[in-house]
């Protein structure tokens, strides 16, 4: 069974800084791109950033370029995404997603960013 | 970028309804395109893959159409475990990007 966890959300105060990480498992992680996607509460979906199985292509949401970064260990079978420089903006769900459309996704993770 | 436009935005719907939600693309995606379904408080499921294939699992009343610039996912007959909202999402070139949402209401 695939399983997607994601943690390492919270409160954190504008200009700082959160590391999330995605535990996944029943596949094998190495052979498949990754994605983050995020939803603002009671808002829609938005793609943030892909990373490919060997980590050899990635990209970004313009709206996160620059301070967010996306890395993946194939060996411990993770995901993470390093958020810098935090807005308010940023507040949000946070999803772990297997592949570039999707198939599987974890349970989110909250990030609240504000003073 | 890529801009998906999806109507209605929202619907109000009977159980036993048939139900059609569309999802214009702002230029030729061919068939790069997937339906998801998500309930308040849980994780998005995907529907829909490739724009007409159907998701392993998902139940046969769920159905997907449509290429290049203009896509629809019609619910046969709506139940009761139907009401959510409905996203479309384009992947064919990166930013990927999601429609705004169907929201679909007991009527």
């Known amino acids: 069974e695939v399983q997607l966890v994601e943690s390492g959300g919270g409160l954190v105060m504008p200009g700082g800084s959160l590391r999330l990480s995605c535990a996944a498992s029943g596949f094998t992680f190495g052979s498949y791109s990754m994605s983050w996607v995020r939803q603002a509460p009671g808002k829609g979906l938005e793609w943030v950033s892909s990373i490919s199985s060997t980590s050899s292509y990635i990209y970004y949401a313009d709206s996160v370029k620059g301070r967010l970064t996306i890395s993946r260990d194939n060996a411990k079978n993770s995901l993470y995404l390093q958020m810098n420089s935090l807005r308010a903006e940023d507040t949000a769900v946070y999803y772990c997603?297997?592949?570039?459309?999707?198939?599987?996704w974890g349970q989110g993770t909250l990030v609240t960013v504000s003073s | 970028d890529i801009q998906m436009t999806q109507s209605p935005s929202s619907l109000s719907a009977s159980v036993g309804d048939r139900v059609t939600i569309t999802c214009r693309a702002s230029q030729g995606i061919r068939n790069d395109l997937g339906w998801y379904q998500q309930k308040p408080g849980k994780a998005p499921k995907r529907l829909i893959y490739?724009?007409?294939n159907l998701q392993s699992g998902v139940p046969s009343r769920f159905s997907g159409s449509g290429s290049g610039t203009e896509f629809t996912l019609t619910i046969s007959s709506l139940q009761p475990e139907d009401f959510a909202t409905y996203y479309c999402?384009?992947?064919?070139?990166?930013?990927?990007?999601f429609g705004g949402g169907t929201k679909v209401e007991i009527k």
């Open positions: 490739a724009a007409s």
């Open positions: 999402l384009q992947h064919n070139s990166f930013p990927l990007t």
């Open positions: 997603a297997r592949g570039d459309w999707p198939d599987y």
